[in-house]
């Protein structure tokens, strides 16, 4: 099997973004250990800041930090940082190149997860255009996109069996609320406030352990 098939096999479970207003950033790397001791399988580097210097020093520290726990390390937005770190792939929404051309950017060995909204042709198609994941959302309202457009489980439960790849599922997910987006096919949660908005961050990433079935902590 092929690097590349063997991560994708491993999109699945507690899948942690990081947030820069949920922490100070000197607290990020403890607070990404914080929740890959509570099981997150998967954290993503989520920053909209322009200053290139901090990024990529948080962005070397998260990758190291996940490899160590043999957790995967995914970059938001930013295909050369992706490369710059050696992380296991990046994530593209509508506003961030095509998949073709991120996988140029990273070769063929690592992920390139895209987003489909509430859109199941898009999904389809990012599906064709080689995309590893595709992540459908918001499922719930979202404390971090408001504005979100909404997906429902009954959408994700009608396209489903047209898609071969992982389905991440994101957007105001709480353990709590999950159950019926794991029940309609999503393999992985895509969680920013439920876990870093937590005062126990560990606790919080724990909770999502009864909704996958070998839900156990990583590292
Ligand atoms: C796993 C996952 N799913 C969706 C998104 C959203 O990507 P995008 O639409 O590009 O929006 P931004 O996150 O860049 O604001 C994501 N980042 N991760
Ligand atoms: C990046 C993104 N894309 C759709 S919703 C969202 C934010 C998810 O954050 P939260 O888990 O706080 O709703
Ligand atoms: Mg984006």
Partial sequence: ??????????????YVITD????????????VLQAIRGGARMVQYRDKGRDA????????????????????????????????VAADGVHVGREDGAVADARAALGPERLVGASSYNDPERAVQLQAE???YVAFGTFFPSPTKP???????????AVRPRLQVPVV??????AA?????VAAGADALAVISDVFGAADVTAAARAY?????????AG
Avoid at 24 to 29: G, M
Avoid at 177 to 181: D, H, R, Y
Avoid at 209 to 217: K, S, V
Wanted: net charge positive.
């Fill in 1 to 14: 099997m092929s690097q590349r098939a063997q991560l994708r096999r491993r999109v699945r479970g507690l």
């Fill in 20 to 31: 820069a207003g949920l922490q100070p950033p000197a607290r990020l790397p403890e607070r």
């Fill in 53 to 84: 210097a901090r990024r990529l020093g948080e962005a070397e520290a998260l990758a190291a930090l996940c490899r160590r726990h043999g957790v995967l390390f995914i970059v938001n937005d930013d295909v050369e940082l992706a490369v710059a």
């Fill in 130 to 132: 080689g995309a590893d």
């Fill in 147 to 157: 504005h979100a457009v909404r997906a429902t489980p009954e959408m994700l439960r």
């Fill in 169 to 174: 599922a994101i957007g105001g997910i709480t």
């Fill in 177 to 181: 609320k999950a159950g019926p987006v």
């Fill in 209 to 217: 352990a009864p909704l996958f079935r070998d839900g156990e902590a």
